[in-house]
């Protein structure tokens, strides 16, 4: 059971030189024992559950100032901060406010973690990788506002800044395109299985941009193009060569649908969808590419083309799947996703200044079941349970691929079985947590006997929030919660 107040060496070695942090720091030394948390309203105040720590911030201008000679490399700068823990109070170093923030959350977990104490410690931290996402399926279900702030909430917890929102596919179109009304007028109606649609609108973009931001979260948005495009086919008779729309579709196979160099309405509707995410884009416009399976690989070649030029005009980074890796130029971002394929063109995109995303479907792919028993969820991939999550390293997963070229990390969570929050929350957690040490730390390996235990008091926040999840095998869930899982 957790203990309360002043204890030293017991909780120490139970936290070990994480402290229940998730993820864990660059570096973290040991100064002295615990200390209380110094509770205090002074305006430098980091609010931790309602209540105000006192914290000194302090902004300089180069990384050496944050208290280690540690290489930073520039990208790493932005993120960075200097933590110091002692009896005589807390000291918080940043050289830019994105930095500020995250130490602020390290802070909070500690505190959360601790019982009413802190270690007496200097902490420097920035992270191992750039990108550090969830991609989240709202065209398969779809799920308002207010929910994905509450899943921004979850990933700004563990310090991850990218969420990725596939946002059309076969079973609906979700976000407003003022050029092509009748793309949700027609199809953001339904969902899989004929459950309710939605979509976005302008103005909905536009506010989770300042909820996104206000989390240290960048927003991408994506439409996927010419596969999984049944939902605008339907919508546009004009995107069809014969002019005829079909039907809605419901159900959930793949890779039936395509976009058509033949059809009178290709070139508009790019340009038009394209157009419309562009202002809500400043870190990525994602252009899908992927499982094009019925469409001849020329096609392919010249609709993907298309797409990327019109991003290229908004002077936009582009992202795309890996089918798509031959076609991206440098400076944009390739996402990997089947692990079983053939990467070379992956490799090679690295080569020639592409950088490449890693969403291994064996690892981080959250729709998948965590064992055959999992109420919801996929198996293509077979079932990953949360220590499969962690335990990998992402710049093993591309032959040849050069360490530097692997830019960041993002599990994706399709929704084809994903109905309500109360499922979604059930497939990210915990799996989200190791996907968030994997992107931070730059590798899972060896670390699952740190790991979970380090988990337990996020479990606590997520219990105290009465978010739903999974009860992996190796985590001693009731010593968190005092609740016992069935
Ligand atoms: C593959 S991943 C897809 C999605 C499915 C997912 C289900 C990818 C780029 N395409 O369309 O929803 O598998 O796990």
């Not at 830019?96 to 601790?114: F, I, K, P, S």
């Not at 030029?309 to 390739?334: F, I, K, S, Y």
């Not at 981080?364 to 335990?391: F, N």
Request: proline residues 7%; charged residues 25%.
């Amino acid at each position: 059971m957790e203990t309360r107040g002043v204890d030293t060496q017991p909780r120490t070695q139970r936290h070990g030189s994480g402290w229940g942090l998730i993820p864990r720091p660059f570096s973290f030394e040991w100064t002295g024992p615990t200390t209380p948390v110094p509770w205090g309203r002074d305006p430098d105040a980091v609010e931790v559950d309602g209540r105000g720590v006192a914290v000194e911030l302090r902004q300089v201008t180069s990384p050496e100032d944050l208290g280690s000679a540690a290489e930073t490399h520039p990208w790493q700068v932005r993120e960075a901060y200097g933590l110091e823990i002692s009896d005589r109070g807390i000291r918080l170093s940043y050289v830019d406010r994105e930095g500020a923030h995250r130490g602020a959350w390290t802070l909070r977990r500690m505190v959360r973690a601790g019982g009413g104490v802190l270690p007496c410690a200097r902490i420097l931290d920035r992270p191992a990788y750039r990108w550090r996402g969830l991609g989240l399926d709202i065209a398969r279900h779809f799920f308002p506002p207010a929910d994905l702030c509450r899943v921004m909430d979850v990933m700004e917890e563990v310090s991850l800044n990218v969420l990725h929102l596939h946002l059309s596919d076969d079973q609906g179109w979700r976000v407003e395109v003022p050029a092509q009304p009748r793309l949700v007028e027609e199809s953001s109606g339904g969902a899989v299985g004929g459950d309710p649609g939605g979509f976005l609108s302008q103005a909905d973009l536009a506010l989770l941009e300042v909820e996104a931001s206000r989390r240290g979260i960048a927003l991408v948005p994506e439409v996927d193009v010419p596969g999984h495009t049944h939902a605008a086919l339907h919508a546009l008779p004009d995107l069809n060569p014969r002019g005829c729309p079909p039907p809605a579709y419901t159900g959930t196979e793949v890779g039936f649908s395509t976009l058509s160099t033949q059809a009178p309405g290709t070139a508009a509707f790019l340009d038009a969808v394209i157009d419309a995410l562009a202002p809500f884009a400043a870190h990525g416009l994602h252009v899908g590419g992927d499982e094009p399976h019925v469409t001849a690989p020329g096609d392919y070649a010249r609709l993907v083309g298309m797409a990327l030029e019109r991003v290229h005009d908004h002077n936009l980074r582009a992202v795309a799947w890996q089918e798509a890796a031959h076609l991206l130029a440098p400076g944009d971002l390739v996402q990997v996703w089947d692990e079983r394929e053939d990467l070379s063109e992956v490799a090679a995109a690295g080569r020639r200044g592409v950088g490449v995303l890693l969403s291994p479907a064996s690892r981080i792919y959250l729709d998948m079941k965590y064992d055959p028993a999992t109420r919801i969820g996929t198996t293509w991939m077979g079932t990953t349970e949360l220590r499969d999550s962690l335990e990998w390293d992402p710049r093993q997963i591309v032959p040849g691929l050069a360490g530097e070229a692997v830019e960041g990390v993002e599990a994706c969570l399709w929704t084809e079985t994903v109905r309500d929050m109360e499922d979604l929350t059930l497939l990210l957690l915990p799996r989200l947590a190791a996907a968030a040490e994997v992107a931070w730390a730059g590798s899972g390996v060896g670390e699952w006997d740190s790991f979970r235990s380090r988990i337990l008091p996020l479990a606590r926040s997520w219990h105290a929030r009465g978010l739903v999840w999974h009860p992996s095998p190796g985590v001693d869930w009731q010593e968190a919660t005092g609740v016992t899982h069935h």
